[in-house]
């Protein structure tokens, strides 16, 4: 029979809950409620769980964060001296402190809580892996890879001794992404390897196994992408989009018998509507590589709707990650279709993201400059465009996109005739001693040291390294490079008299542009065809091509002068510090009309 404190308490927590579920719910009774149990001085046990209930409650339904801390941590204190199986309250204390110390930046705080939790919670499976987790995210957001990635490797060794499967292979899968941001694609292989076995082998939940595949199909599909291998992916790709599919089907249970009933397999590495965003995205990646622009557009357009429907009830912060890397690679690609003031904008709102949120304009700085200096290039603005690949290389330590950024840094050294900067640049961006792991960068690479031949009237030396990057933009199909490398070609020809070859290669040049659509490579190739049917005495494919240059031509300039005048073109001035307010009008716009 319960003691009269027991009976008063149990009688407080009853009136605290239904204040709280009441609709509206009435949260000042409810901690009015939860504060009088401490008047009754009760035992150790009782005041540590009514002191996590009330940081619950004033963390959930009020902005008294500092309170919420104060009984948060007179929980975790208080349950540590308790030695009876007192794990519920101990490690829930221990997790919501941490998580509250980390939205606040003191993960100084939060780190050795979570360690000293995780060595208390050996002996419960559930809420050993979950700190584990937890932890391991921390140190993955401070970009402390290695110890998350560690972190994880214990937890899958935990996970297998403790029989739980399921979250065995999510702790493997959870390493192979740190893996993979961390470019170490030689120790990925054999462990997506191991993930991919175990999956295949499953014998448990079907609906694990499909939850779990998607995961491993995403890995696997970042794996490729990253390496610029966009053919060789398709494979898995397909794969990714059928698991999607079934899981997003109306006959797929929720969530939360995903998870599954065993203690130690209650988790989930994202609920399935984030998943169903995140495959559209790598979706997006894959178009925009391979060079169909159309459709990374159509899939973009989905998956912003689908965002901005979650976040009328959801605001985990993964939503904004995902919406930020989709409103960059779209910008993107809307330079590549000709479409500079709708990039602008794009590039506009991926700030807008950032202000909201700013650990990922910390995070994603590089990426910004980046989509600035591209957004500068093609408004031939190029001491800006100069200015933001630099910021981009200052503000990053990621291989890939200092490749990427140097690419087109070396462009706007050649475009600018300045062979000096040029040739300080050349050993980055040599492609026999690249230091990128990506197929596509290092073919890009050839196309820019053809391009530097080409300026300098070297044309056979152009010519190898032209047909160096249309052997490998062909191995993988890498539409946009093999337009540019053969428009290219065609131009060289051209210079050379050799009209005839000149036409073998701007034709499917033209052909494979307009499939993309890139509007640039039409501009170009259509100026090479008129002068082409000019010198074979064809005045009306000559004016077609003088027609269609014309077309573009225009679209192009209107694009370009009704983006001078939009107020975020400002932001291709903005190289450090705070993100800078674009209503005003503080830079005069750029008035050059040269596109090319």
Not at 260 to 279: A, N
Not at 398 to 410: D, V
Not at 460 to 474: D, G, H, I, S, V
Request: net charge positive; hydrophobic share 40%.
């Amino acid at each position: 029979m319960a003691s009269s404190q027991d009976a008063w308490y149990l009688a407080l927590l009853g009136l605290a809950e239904n204040f709280r579920t009441l609709s509206p719910p009435n949260i000042k009774l409810c901690i009015q409620c939860l504060q009088a149990v401490f008047t009754f001085k009760p035992p150790p046990r009782v005041e540590a769980r009514t002191h996590l209930q009330l940081g619950n409650v004033l963390l959930t339904h009020t902005k008294n964060i500092d309170i919420a801390k104060h009984h948060l941590e007179q929980a975790w204190r208080l349950s540590q001296m308790i030695n009876n199986a007192f794990d519920d309250v101990k490690f829930e204390a221990a997790s919501v402190l941490a998580e509250l110390y980390e939205q606040q930046k003191q993960s100084n705080l939060s780190k050795p809580i979570l360690r000293k939790a995780i060595e208390l919670s050996q002996h419960s499976v559930y809420w050993h892996c979950r700190l584990i987790f937890q932890l391991a995210q921390i140190h993955a957001t401070e970009k402390d890879y290695e110890v998350a990635s560690s972190l994880l490797g214990v937890g899958a060794d935990y996970a297998h001794i403790s029989n739980a499967c399921y979250t065995r292979v999510l702790f493997l899968l959870s390493k192979g992404m740190m893996l993979l941001t961390m470019k170490k694609f030689q120790e990925v292989h054999p462990l997506l390897s191991q993930a991919g076995m175990l999956i295949e082998n499953w014998q448990g939940n079907p609906h694990q196994k499909e939850y779990l595949k998607v995961f491993f199909l995403v890995l696997q599909v970042c794996h490729y992408l990253m390496a610029g291998q966009v053919k060789s992916v398709k494979q898995w790709l397909k794969q990714l989009q059928q698991s999607i599919q079934i899981i997003m089907s109306p006959t797929w249970p929720t969530d939360d018998v995903i998870s599954g009933s065993s203690v130690g397999d209650m988790f989930l590495w994202m609920p399935k509507e984030h998943l169903y965003v995140l495959v559209y995205l790598v979706t997006v990646m894959h178009s925009m590589q391979a060079g169909y622009m159309e459709k990374a557009l159509k899939y973009t357009d989905k998956a912003l709707t689908q965002i901005e429907k979650l976040k009328i009830v959801d605001t985990k912060p993964i939503l904004s990650v995902l919406q930020l890397m989709l409103l960059e690679h779209i910008a993107m690609c809307r330079l590549v279709t000709g479409n500079k003031s709708l990039a602008l904008q794009e590039i506009s709102q991926a700030f807008n993201v950032c202000r909201q949120h700013p650990r990922l304009l910390d995070r994603h700085r590089p990426q910004l400059h980046t989509l600035l200096g591209l957004y500068a290039m093609n408004m031939n603005c190029m001491e800006a465009a100069e200015l933001q690949f630099t910021a981009a290389l200052n503000t990053s330590q990621e291989r890939e996109l200092w490749t990427f950024a140097n690419l087109n840094l070396a462009i706007v050294y050649l475009r600018a005739k300045r062979d000096a900067d040029f040739s300080a640049l050349l050993e980055r961006i040599n492609p026999e001693t690249l230091q990128s792991h990506s197929h596509s960068l290092r073919a890009a690479s050839y196309y820019v040291r053809g391009l530097q031949s080409f300026f300098q009237a070297r044309y056979n030396e152009a010519k190898r390294y032209l047909r160096e990057t249309l052997k490998m933009a062909n191995a993988e199909d890498l539409n946009r490079l093999t337009s540019c490398s053969l428009v290219l070609l065609g131009h060289i020809f051209l210079s050379l008299g050799n009209s005839r070859e000149s036409m073998n290669m701007v034709t499917p040049a033209m052909h494979l542009a307009s499939k993309i659509p890139d509007v640039h490579v039409q501009l170009w190739a259509s100026a090479i065809l008129k002068d082409l049917y000019r010198m074979s005495n064809d005045p009306n494919r000559e004016n077609e091509a003088y027609q269609m240059h014309c077309n573009y031509s225009q679209m192009l300039l209107k694009d370009h002068f009704q983006s001078t005048q939009m107020p975020e073109h400002n932001l291709i001035h903005w190289t450090e510090g705070a993100i800078p307010n674009i209503t005003g009008n503080n830079h005069p716009p750029s008035t050059s009309s040269t596109i090319m």
